[in-house]
């Protein structure tokens, strides 16, 4: 079969060649930039589906993290509030900061992506549309979704009078970086949960775990200093740095934070994307 | 195009699915079993060394008992299951009517679906917002176009997915058992559909039990049986070798 490749062939057409060999990586990135339009469209979907019977709508997003937030204060404004004073700012607006970040963005991105494959096995099954499509736009969603946030927070932080500093223009950066994190974590729960399903549901609990490890709604100072280090050894404490620290800190984070920032996104992004390629079909193989 | 390369090739293939071996798969039993060495999967083997090879505007019909590997070789040619062995390829937009409505939402309006269906397929959702009025028109929904799709019947979401499915001329349309849908109108006017789309050249691959119509659509058949290739030739010869066999 060597005619195939002839040079006849018309070049817009496309052509199916089960046989063909895939540059890992480099084709899965290709697959989301030529499906951009499909993941805006299944982005959108994402956003409005889960609120399209409630009377409130898509401001439910703008209105959880700040509910979550406020049931948050209530509980422990009293026992952190010293905390606003260590770090110049209104506990909400540490609190909120926090909660979009780490529990919104990182750990809903990462259910939502890791059950993309099985929630998406009926289409899967009967279209030919890359898998990688639905675990990016689980994670495209989460980092709206977190933008959408991003606006009560400021609303706060003008209400309560907290300088926003010039830093806040690099605030793409941490979220570019937590959008690949949370791709490339998804991507591997994704690819675990193709094999057995458990997987999800074992996520969200070490997911908690992970999540409340590090200072979301308690200074880092509550925790003995022999200790502090296991916050820090948590990637996601970097990240937190990061945010926090072009939020409302007015300062980029010490050197190593960025560090483990960039190394961690790139890293995870990498496997991740590369695990899922080699794993995502089996969920049509699978009866 | 080139007319003489074959739109369709599907070269000795065979396809295994998975079946765990134990009902339950936790990732505790996995484990154990990963530690013990044991497989955890048997294989079934749904297709065995299967040939063939269509040309542009050849129509195929496929039939065979249930369970016969002929809905495994649409989802091989449609590309969403890769074979085990053996190679395929297939030249051209491919339009899979393997239950599009699969691809739908319930929550999302007809209108909404119609573009999702079709960025599905691989069709701009700008073009799909242009094509709606015609498609739901076709579909005869055109009164049902903003309330969710969820509201909708069985038969109303067969025909929208039928709709979107042939509203463009693909180069390849592969048919699985969707002509069983819908009154008996609405059964013809799809045939005609069919018909119009196989005039303009498109290659067309279709599994049916209803044998008169694959006899009146296809030139040829392939019978499949457990995975095999009983027999293909002329239509009439093997749909009644079929029909004498059961």
Known sequence: MVHIRGAASAPSQPVYDSAARRRPVIDEVRTLWTHRSLIRLLVVRDLTVRYKRSVLGVWWTLLNPILTASVMWVVFSKIFDRVARGESVPFIVYLLSGVLLIPTFFGQGVIAAGSSLMGSGAILSKIRVPGEVFAFTAAIAAAVNFCFGLVPLFGIMALTRTPIPWTVLALPVAIVAMLMLVTGVGMLIASAAVHFYDVIDFTRVILQLVVWMVPTFYPIEIIPDQYQIFVKLNPLYSYLQLFRGLLYRGAFPPLWNLAVVAVSSVVLLVVGVWVFSKSWRRVVVKL | ?246
């Open chain 2, 1 to 246: 195009m080139n007319d003489r390369q074959p739109s369709i090739v599907v070269d000795g293939v065979s396809l295994a699915y998975e079946i765990p071996v134990n009902a339950t798969s936790s990732a505790k039993e996995y484990l154990i079993n990963l530690v013990k060495r044991r497989i955890i999967y048997e294989k079934f083997w749904a297709l065995h060394d299967v040939d063939l090879e269509l040309h542009r505007g050849e129509v195929l019909g496929i039939i065979g008992p249930n369970g016969a590997g002929k809905s495994t070789l649409m989802k091989v040619l449609a590309g969403v299951l890769p074979p085990t062995t053996g190679r395929v390829i297939v030249r051209g937009t491919v339009s899979p009517m393997i239950e599009v409505s699969g691809g739908m939402n319930g929550e999302l309006t007809g209108r909404e679906n119609i573009v999702l269906v079709g960025a599905l397929l691989g069709r701009s959702p700008r073009l799909m917002r242009e094509r709606v009025p015609a498609i739901a028109e076709w579909a005869g929904l055109s009164d049902f176009l903003d309330v969710p799709v969820r509201t909708y019947s069985t038969g109303m979401r067969a025909r929208l997915g039928f709709a979107i499915a042939t509203d463009r001329k693909p180069d390849v349309l592969l048919i699985d058992e969707v002509l069983s849908v819908g009154d008996e109108s609405f059964r013809g006017k799809s045939l005609q559909r069919i018909r119009d789309l196989m005039d303009g050249g498109t290659t067309v691959v279709m599994v049916s039990h209803a044998l008169a119509m694959v006899e009146r659509l296809c030139r040829t058949v392939m019978w499949l049986d457990r995975g095999r290739v009983k027999a293909v030739g002329p239509a009439e010869e093997i749909i009644a070798a079929y029909r004498e066999a059961v």
